[in-house]
């Protein structure tokens, strides 16, 4: 049994005292004891030590104590193990040198043996688990199948990913054949992140926002619903789309326990949208952890109050800066503790 189980009452839709708390990227940069580590230890080192991973993922916790864990990773690991060449350079972020743009590059790509080549990730959960001792549950993640697919088209980040929407606009087979090897990919990763001890896996669509509303049908959510379908007997699913608003309505009539929601959409129209029933997880807009102590806490009260403090899971819209001070971001988790006394 989990001691703090807000987390686990607001992915069931039950009533709770005041909502749960946790930030994505929580495990990261803000941190002085993160950049110690990452001074050390190059990037994919860190994800592939489970030690590492672990206290990685723990650091948070010890410091700011958000109501759950994330697995530190990323969710560049699942093309690395399907035979995608990544690497991640200081400042430019993922780099992949040969990306895959034709149908023969397609087939090279396979779906691997997850135990074989993601076995790390599966130690990583393990040691993290020993590590919370049941303190609070702990979330695994994967990219969504566009959004890992955008990294593997294009190449490198990018403000459009023209290059990956141009390969699903002019050769729809190859794109449709390369999202599905992700797909499956993905659904056996995250079943052995659930038997390894996983209590919810959140899917990060953080590219969905670029696609329409018709094309994102096609290109992400079909495949997103395929994961939440195959999962949800066995875990909770939070679905986070950046920028995917329009996408509310369907996310809301799927199994998936929650939806993600960005900033740019109220807490009115996000409740509007995803009809009303299902738990909602976010949106503080991530700059605004720059504003002054008692503003982040005044915002944050009123956040809860759009929502409600029932169906909702306090967090970020979208990943937190790495250049916000750390009793900024423990502002964000206290007011939360704070709601309602
Ligand atoms: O939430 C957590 O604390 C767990 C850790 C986590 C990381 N990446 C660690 C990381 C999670 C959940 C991710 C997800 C991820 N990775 C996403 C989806 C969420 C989002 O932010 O949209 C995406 C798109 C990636 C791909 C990725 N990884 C990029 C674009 C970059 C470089 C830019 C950046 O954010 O730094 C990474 C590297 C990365 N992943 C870092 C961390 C802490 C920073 C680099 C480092 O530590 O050296």
Redesign the pocket.
Known sequence: MIKNDLFLKALKGETVQRPPVW???????YLPE?RAL?DKY??FT?CETPELAAEI?VQ?IRRIAPDAA???????VVPRAMGIHVE?K?NL??IIPNPIRTMEQVNQVFVPDVNETLGYVFDAVKLTKEMLNDEVPLIG?A?SPW?IFC?AVEGK?SKSFDTAKGLCFSNPVAAHTLLQKITDTTILYLKEKVKSGVNAV?I?D??GGMLSPVDYQEFSWKYINQIVEALEEVTPVIVFG?GCWFALNDMGKSKASALGVDWTCSARNARYLSGGNITLQGNFDPSRLLSPIPTIKKMVHEMIDEFGKDKYIVNLG??IL?NIPVDHAKAFIDAVKEYGQ
Do not use: V
């Open positions: 930030m994505m990227r929580q495990a990261g940069r993160f990452r190059d990037f860190r993922t948070p994330i697995l530190f990773s990323d969710i560049l991640l200081d972020g993922p993640f990219g959004t990294y980040g959140q990060f953080s590219w950046k979208h990943g790495p």
